[in-house]
Every structure is written in structure tokens, then in C-alpha cells.
């Protein structure tokens, strides 16, 4: 007869191969009708909350894989949170305002003069809802679980009513003004940029050494002197008005080429170098505040430029005489602010030169360069004149240059409320921890926050203006225009007059005829989504506020986390957050920035398509995604090799528990044999383990762990010897069942465990698990940790025991590799070993030829006994022999016992037994 058929072999319907790009979407198809996300928070229903609030991504193309490694994490966490012990909403939102919208009309042929804003807006909304829809069916695929049909999204009526409240609390408290002042402005995008939509790279620029007369030397400079600035922006000389000098830094007159100088005295050299003086003499030394007031002649027009003392004044480079223009930058306005300087701004929307500027009108700012130092040279005051390349800021939208430019602008006074910005961020806990002194950075240094733009599609800024120009904010119409735009929509802004938006009925002093104005600027985008603790956490009655996490990338420091802490301590003076856990980069495989030019670009879709969901949820889990993190077709190749081996664990313990009722079958833990209960032991640790990698966010811990787990402890040691004892016993065996019992056990645990990070794969594999009543793993709790009986000593003795078994496979394996034997049953294994070694081996009841899956095994001596032909180890010596008599055709263990019963003449006696006893029919 064929003895096969007396095997008690692997039986399971659950599939080898993942098949995931086919399997997953039914899985999620399966989700959808039975609404999980709904189920699991009915499950959990009056639980503590957990509120991960979401960071909107923005409304515009495909996702990419810094996206997916965002969505994944939050996922994770979500997942893990609700089988712990909370209720664990998620929301997710979308970012919708802003220029990039905008720009994608125009480049699909949208030309925004044919029609009015409001007809433009209604376009940018239906252009932002399809892309939503685009990137939620994105999301989705990528197996995240949330409120999908119910997002947040910033252009809803009911979001803007409370972006609006927002605003309004603030300029009740004060923070919110009006001035002309130089802030970032993109010509190429014709708007005012906050310092969060900047980003550096390197320019080629101009950098010229500059001579103003002095006119007026007040007694301390001689007429006619010259005092010498250095800039890199040699458009900005039409709008120079002054020149600054550092009260306590000492200047020196030097006579050169016939001229004096004035330049610092610790820059002289610098300078006689960069120019090219052969012969300097100091003719003078003075303090830099006693350079006060004195007034030099511009280069290029028939007005002063007044000297000023300033503390920004450095010595890092240049002159030490900086070249002071009001209009255009930030230290230029306020220390010409304090002397009376005007703020003057030769330059327009689009970056044009103006009438302000003459000889230079309608030159694009870049462009006015060369003719303005032709212009200086004429003029007998540009010194010298090279190019340098550096760091300079540029629009992160359209990636071109910007410039500082003076303009009436909307502001939020982030000086009136610093210091509790700044208790706000030590009362939050950051992961990683250097989080904290990054934003605390940023927020005492940031100068006021620049809140206006001028664009089309956006939030408006609520202020009404009377006739006399006096400005309009108060809660009447702070609360009118929220509620219209909570029933209407923000077009309605644009759609109606003035006089239509305020209350009925409303008066003014400012306007005896009853003539309104309305601004026309509207809201920077980060004050949108920095609104979404207000619009969102507020607003939602299934969330609250403050959350317990952000998590965004690390450029949100200067983004969303940024502008979130300045209006929720504007308006509640507290944190939006109680903690902010932030990642890092997703790179190509050589850690370089993915680009479609380079051609290195994973695309998560495409990676889905090919390979599914759970091995991007698993490459998320594998690495340290606190710093950047690197991904390519290699990388992910590994990672599904790592996917594989997990699942056959899976599969391999599904088909050996096919005649396993756990009601009936499970051994107790005091009735199983030291080996038994040793894995329960290592299943135990590994809960501990996991659940608390799990709540620290250590996700790649709970990647290794659970690998570790799947191929050490189970599959090269427990699965493997077990397979003599699940094949080859009788179903009932004690043995047997013992060994089930351990691997329902390890099953149900670890396809919890793995649920947050394969939440596809866990789901197949619990429709498999025997006996298990909820119709989802996503509906169950995480396993707790059990203090075990004799867990410690259990677990001591087996972990010395396991070294031993490391020698014995090693002389196993040399014994292969010179041919004696084939596999490790053709094997004798005879060990000389310490009486430590042999007190241990002793103490072990189980079969030791089973567990080292060997036909024959002795202890013949002491260590010192051992032959020379043995292999020796640290307190072992090992001979490997072949092992003595015939195979038994049904287990292939080598004795000479094969044949002893009668009518089994292939057969050894164990075997035999269970063949009479259980399948006799069959003979």
C-alpha cells in the first residue's frame, strides 16, 4: 500500500502565493459592504479617545511615495490604537486653496480674464473635488481605514464658517493688522509667500562693490569721501535710501587709488583684496556711532542716503556699510523705520521696474541688473563687480526666484503671543525629540506671519472698509460672514457687493453715505489648514480637541505644525496637539531625491499593481522612517521575500490545525511538555515586545520581531522537528494536540499582532483560523501579555539548550558537506560533553532524535573522551555517524527495527502501531 495516505498532511485552502495586486481588492471590496470602518468604531464606542488628526495632503495629481509612507504610518497607529483599548477615529482631509489649482486651469486653457472670479472659483472647486476623488480611491487602495465618505475638506462651507471664526478671534484679540512692509513675493506667482512656501537653491547673481559721496560728514568724514556698500542685488540700488552701520564696530577711512574709503577696519583686508588696492593707507579711525546722520549722495539720483545705525550689521562679509533699502528687505524696513525713511518700492506685481525707478522702467527686476551697474560705472561708483553663486530663496510652487518687496499686506502678529507659542511647544511631546528644538527655534526667531495673497482661489480675508478707509472687523460681521459662508459657500464673497455681506441694517460713522468696501486679498493656505483644529477636531463631534497626534513629513516644522500651533494658541492658548511625530524623505535606492528627469521614481500604483498593498505596508514597517528612507525595486524585492516567508508560516500552521477544534483539542498549559510550553514562553515575550514597539511607533521593531519569531522559532526550530509528530503520530495523540494547541495559539496571536501593518493579509488569514466568531481580525483586541508558569527558568534552560542544538547542526552540516550523510536522518549524532552539558540534557524529558530531527542519539562520555575525529565546540564535542539499519517507508527515520512487526516489513515499530491502530482499513 501507499503509506502516504496514512499522513496526517498540511491541509488548507489558504493560497501559497499572495496574489496580492488580485486578492486585495476584493478584500477591500469585502470592507465596503460591511462598512468596517463604521463596525470598528460601533466595537469601540465609549472607550478612551485616540485622535490622529490628519495633515491634508494637497488636492493636485497622483500620489507619490512620501504620501504613501504618510498614510500608511497614520494607518498603522489608527489600527493599532483600536484593537488597544481606545476608540480611534480617523478623518482624513484635503488641502484645497492656493495657487497650484489655479495653475492647472490655466495650463489645461482656463483664461481667467474671459470670466468673473467667482465663475473662475467655481471651476478651481469642481477641479479640486475630482482630484479628492482621484487620491481617495489612491488611499484606499493602499488599505487605510477611515471615514472616507465624511473627509474634511478646506473649501466646505461649514470648514471656511470656522476658518473664518478663527481669523476673527484673533484680530479680537489684537494679532491681526494691516501694513506695508517687505515680505516674500513671487513675481511668478504675482503673490505675497509666507516663509513656509519658500525653499533655497543656488543663483548665479551679481556681486558689486559700490561708492556713495558723502555730502554732509557732520565733522567726522570729509566731503567727497566715499562710503563703500556690497550687494548681490544691484536692482535694489534705485530704491536705496540710507546706508547702516553697526554702532559698535570701528570703521577706518583709507585712502586707495587716490580716494578715501570708508569701510569696517575688520573687513579691510577683505576688501583691498576683492578690489585690487595695491597701496592703502588709514588715514582715519572712527566708532560706528559716530557715522550717525551723516548723508551721503546716491550714485544713480539727486537724493541722500542717509547713514544709520543698525544692530544687523555683521561682519561676516562685505563692507561693514550695508546698503539700506526700506522696500525691500526686512532688516532695511525696520531701521529705517526708526530713522523715517521712506518705504519705497520701485517694483510691481509682476516684478517690474517702475516710475520710481528711473532710467529703468518696465526692466524685469533681473534684467535691470546689467543696465543699472552700466549705469554706476558711468557714474564713476561701482568699485568692482564679479558673479557669485548661492543660496537664495525661491517660490516652492513655481520654483522660481523671489524677492523681498514692500506691499500693504495682512499680518499676524506672532511677537504678541511668542512666549506662549513657545510654552506651547515644551508642553508637547516630539518624536523624534530634536522636533522640539527645531519648531521652538522657529518660532523665536519667525518675525510676524504674512497671512494675505493676492490670488483668486482661497479663503477671503473678512475685512470690510468704510468710506474713509478705515477697516471693519468686529464680532457682528465676523459672525454674519460665518454664517453666510457656512450656508453659501465663500463665493458669496465674490459674488455680492460689500453693503450685501455686512448685517442688515448696519451703520458706520465711517460712512455717512452708506458706502461699503470689501477686501479682496485672500487667506494664505497655511492659515487654512492651520484653522483644522477649529474646523476640523471642534467641529466633528466624533473627534475633539486637542488631538493626541500629528504626523507629517519633517518639512511641516515650517508648514502645517507651524501655522496649526500659531492659530490654536492664538485663539485657545494651547496646542492644537498633545504629541507631533514626524518622518522623514522617501528616496530612491542610492538615498537621492526622486525625480521624473533622473527617472528614478517609485510610483506607489505601480508598486500595488505589481506586488499589492501589504509588501508597501511592510517595507513601511521595515524601516526607520524617523529619517529618510530609501526605496526601490531591490529594496521591495527583499521586503516581499521577508512577506513570503511570513505568510507560509501562516499557511503552515492553517494546515495543520484542519482537524483541530480548540474547544475541544487544547492541551492545558500545565499538561504540555517543556518544549510546548517554551514557545509559549518566546509567543509571550514577543507579545510584550511588539505591543510596547507598537505604542512607541517603533514599527520596524514589531517588522523584525515578528520575522524573527516566523523563521527562528518557528520555522527552523518548533515547525520544523513538529512536523514528526503532526504527520506521523495518530490525529489523537497527546503530542500531537499539544503541538496544535501551541500553534492556535502562535496563529491567532500573530495574525493580530501583524493586523495594523498586513491589514489585507491578516484579514485572509482569520477567515481561515478554526473557530473564531468575529467576521474580521480588525474587530478583536491585540493579545495581552500573561505571566507564564516557570516562564523564566523555562526559557533559561531552553535558551542554553538551543546553543547546544546550534553545535549539533553545524557538525551536521560539515558531516553533509563531506558526504557522509544526506539529510539529517541518515545521521547518528553521539555528543562527549561537561557535566554542565549533560545535567541540561538530562533535564529535558523530550524525544532529543526528534528534536534533532536525527535517527539515532547518544551521550557516550565526558568532553575530555571525544575522539579525535570529532567536531569540537566550546563545551561539546560532536560525532556525526550514518546512522545504523534500514528507512522506514513512512517516516524515513534509519533503524534497525524497520521490519520487526509482522505484516509491516517496510515499517518501524512507531509507525506500524499507528497504522494498525488508525488506519487498518486501509491494509
Given amino acids: 500500500m501507499d503509506y502516504k495516505d496514512t499522513l496526517l498532511m498540511p491541509n488548507t485552502e489558504f493560497p501559497m502565493r499572495g496574489n496580492l495586486p488580485k486578492r486585495e481588492p476584493d478584500i477591500q471590496e469585502k470592507w465596503e459592504e460591511m462598512n468596517i470602518y463604521k463596525k470598528v468604531q460601533e466595537r469601540t464606542k465609549g472607550r478612551p479617545m485616540f485622535v490622529l488628526h490628519d495633515g491634508p495632503p494637497y488636492a493636485n495629481g497622483d500620489i507619490h511615495m512620501g504620501h504613501a509612507l504618510n498614510k500608511i504610518l ?6 493599532y490604537k483600536s484593537m488597544s483599548g481606545f476608540n480611534a477615529p480617523y478623518v482624513p482631509g484635503w488641502d484645497t486653496h492656493g495657487l497650484p489649482i489655479e495653475q492647472a486651469l490655466t495650463n489645461k486653457g482656463v483664461d481667467r480674464k474671459e470670466m468673473t472670479v467667482a465663475e473662475f472659483r467655481k471651476l478651481c472647486e469642481e477641479y479640486a473635488y475630482e482630484q479628492i476623488d482621484s487620491q481617495r480611491t489612491q488611499f484606499k487602495r493602499l488599505g487605510v481605514r477611515g471615514d472616507w465618505e465624511n473627509p474634511y475638506i478646506t473649501l466646505k462651507p461649514e470648514y471656511e464658517a470656522q476658518q473664518i471664526k478663527v481669523f476673527g478671534e484673533m484680530a479680537k484679540k489684537g494679532y491681526i493688522y494691516k501694513g506695508k512692509k517687505p ?55 534705485p530704491a536705496n535710501l540710507g546706508i547702516a552701520v553697526h554702532p559698535e564696530l570701528t570703521y577706518v577711512v583709507v585712502k586707495a587709488n587716490g580716494q578715501n574709503y570708508v569701510v569696517a577696519e575688520d573687513l579691510l583686508a577683505a576688501v ?110 561701482l568699485l568692482k563687480i564679479a558673479f ?52 521652538f527655534n522657529m518660532v523665536r526667531d519667525r518675525g510676524d506671519w504674512c497671512i494675505s495673497r493676492q490670488r483668486a482661489w482661497g479663503v477671503p480675508i473678512p475685512v470690510f472698509y468704510t468710506e474713509n478707509g478705515e477697516e471693519i472687523i468686529t464680532d457682528e460681521t465676523i459672525n454674519h460672514v460665518s454664517n453666510l459662508f457656512r450656508e453659501f459657500g465663500s463665493n458669496i464673497w465674490f459674488e455680492k457687493e460689500a453693503k450685501d455681506l455686512l448685517p442688515e441694517g448696519f451703520t458706520h460713522p465711517g460712512s455717512p453715505n452708506g458706502k461699503f468696501t470689501k477686501e479682496t486679498d485672500i487667506m494664505d493656505v497655511w492659515f487654512d489648514s492651520g484653522s483644522s483644529h477649529q474646523a476640523v477636531l471642534l467641529e466633528r463631534e466624533d473627534l475633539q480637541r486637542p488631538a493626541d497626534l500629528y504626523l507629517e513629513g519633517s518639512d511641516q516644522y515650517r508648514g502645517w505644525f507651524n501655522s496649526s500651533l500659531s492659530t490654536a494658541v492664538a485663539v485657545t492658548g494651547k496646542a492644537p496637539y498633545k504629541g507631533v511625530l514626524s518622518h522623514g524623505f522617501a528616496l530612491d535606492g542610492e538615498g537621492r531625491k526622486m525625480s521624473k528627469s533622473i527617472g528614478n521614481v517609485v510610483v506607489p500604483a505601480k508598486v500595488m499593481n505589481q506586488l499589492g498593498a501589504d509588501i508597501l505596508r511592510l517595507w513601511v514597517a521595515s524601516v526607520d522612517y524617523q529619517a529618510d528612507v530609501r526605496v ?98 495518530g490525529a489523537d495523540h497527546p503530542d ?126 565526558s568532553y575530555e573522551e571525544a575522539p579525535e575525529s570529532a567536531h569540537k565546540f566550546e563545551h561539546t564535542a560532536i560525532v556525526v555517524s550514518k546512522a545504523e539499519g534500514k528507512t522506514c517507508e513512512r517516516c524515513w527515520i534509519v533503524t534497525p527495527e524497520v521490519g520487526q512487526v509482522e505484516e509491516f516489513e517496510t515499517l518501524c515499530p512507531r509507525c506500524a502501531d499507528v497504522v494498525k491502530e488508525h488506519y487498518s482499513h486501509l491494509v
Avoid at 74 to 79: A, E, G, L, Q, T
Avoid at 207 to 231: A, C, P, R
Avoid at 407 to 419: C, E, L, M, P, V
Fill in 183 to 237: 515680505v516674500y513675493w513671487s513675481p511668478s506667482s504675482e503673490s505675497a509667500l509666507a516663509e513656509a512656501e519658500i525653499e533655497y537653491k543656488d543663483k548665479r547673481s551679481p556681486s558689486i562693490y559700490v561708492g556713495f559721496n558723502v555730502m554732509d560728514g557732520k565733522g567726522v568724514l570729509e566731503t567727497h569721501d566715499q562710503i563703500i556698500i556690497w550687494t548681490t542685488t544691484p536692482w535694489t540700488i
Fill in 736 to 861: 500531537r494536540r499539544a503541538i496544535q494547541t501551541v500553534l492556535y495559539e502562535s496563529l491567532i496571536v500573530l495574525t493580530k499582532l501583524v493586523a495594523p501593518i498586513l491589514a489585507h493579509t491578516a484579514d485572509e488569514v482569520w477567515v481561515f483560523i478554526p473557530s473564531v466568531k468575529e467576521e474580521s481580525v480588525q474587530l478583536t483586541d491585540l493579545p495581552e501579555y500573561k505571566e507564564l508558569q516557570n516562564a523564566k527558568e523555562l526559557e533559561e534552560k531552553w535558551s542554553s539548550f538551543m546553543k547546544l542544538r546550534d553545535d549539533v547542526l553545524k557538525a551536521l552540516e560539515e558531516a553533509r558537506n563531506e558526504k557522509m550523510i544526506g539529510k539529517s536522518l541518515n545521521a547518528k549524532v553521539t555528543l562527549y560533553v561537561n557535566d554542565h552539558v549533560k545535567e541540561l540534557l538530562h533535564s529535558i524529558k523530550e524525544n532529543m532524535k526528534q528534536i534533532f530531527i536525527v535517527s539515532s542519539f547518544e551521550i557516550a562520555g
Fill in 632 to 729: 526601490s525595486d531591490a529594496i521591495l524585492k527583499q521586503v516581499a521575500e521577508v512577506y513570503r516567508k511570513i505568510r507560509n508560516t501562516f499557511r503552515f500552521l492553517l494546515g495543520n490545525l484542519a482537524d483541530f477544534n480548540p474547544a475541544e483539542n487544547t492541551v492545558a498549559y500545565e499538561d504540555l511538555r517543556d518544549v510546548d510550553q517554551f514557545i509559549l514562553v518566546k509567543l509571550n515575550k514577543l507579545i510584550k515586545y511588539v505591543r510596547e514597539a507598537y505604542e512607541n511607533y517603533n514599527f520596524s521593531d514589531v517588522y523584525h520581531a515578528v520575522n524573527n519569531f516566523c523563521t527562528l522559532d518557528l520555522s527552523a526550530f518548533y515547525l520544523d522537528f513538529a512536523k514528526d509528530v503532526l504527520y506521523i503520530e
Fill in 388 to 439: 557669485i553663486t548661492h543660496s537664495y530663496p525661491h517660490d516652492w510652487r513655481t520654483k522660481k526666484p523671489v524677492i523681498y518687496r514692500a506691499t500693504a499686506q495682512w499680518f499676524a502678529s506672532i511677537k504678541d503671543f511668542r512666549n506662549e507659542l513657545l510654552e506651547a511647544v515644551k508642553e508637547t511631546k516630539w518624536i523624534p525629540a530634536w522636533g522640539e528644538t527645531r519648531l
Fill in 272 to 381: 583691498t583684496k576683492e578690489i585690487g588696492w595695491e597701496d592703502v593707507q588709514v588715514v582715519k579711525t572712527v566708532k560706528g556711532s559716530e557715522l550717525e546722520y551723516i548723508k551721503a549722495k546716491h550714485p544713480l539720483y539727486d537724493r541722500e542716503s542717509l547713514v544709520v545705525l543698525g544692530e544687523h550689521v555683521t561682519i561676516d562679509a562685505g563692507t561693514g556699510c550695508v546698503h539700506t533699502a526700506p522696500g525691500h528687505g526686512e532688516d532695511d524696513f525696520y531701521v529705517g523705520n526708526k530713522y523715517g525713511l521712506d518705504v519705497l518700492c520701485p517694483v510691481d506685481d509682476r516684478g517690474h521696474m517702475t516710475n520710481e525707478a528711473p532710467g529703468f522702467e518696465g526692466l524685469f527686476y533681473d534684467a535691470a541688473n546689467k543696465p543699472i551697474t552700466e549705469k554706476l560705472e558711468e557714474a564713476g561708483a
Fill in 74 to 79: 497614520k494607518d498603522f497607529i489608527v489600527r
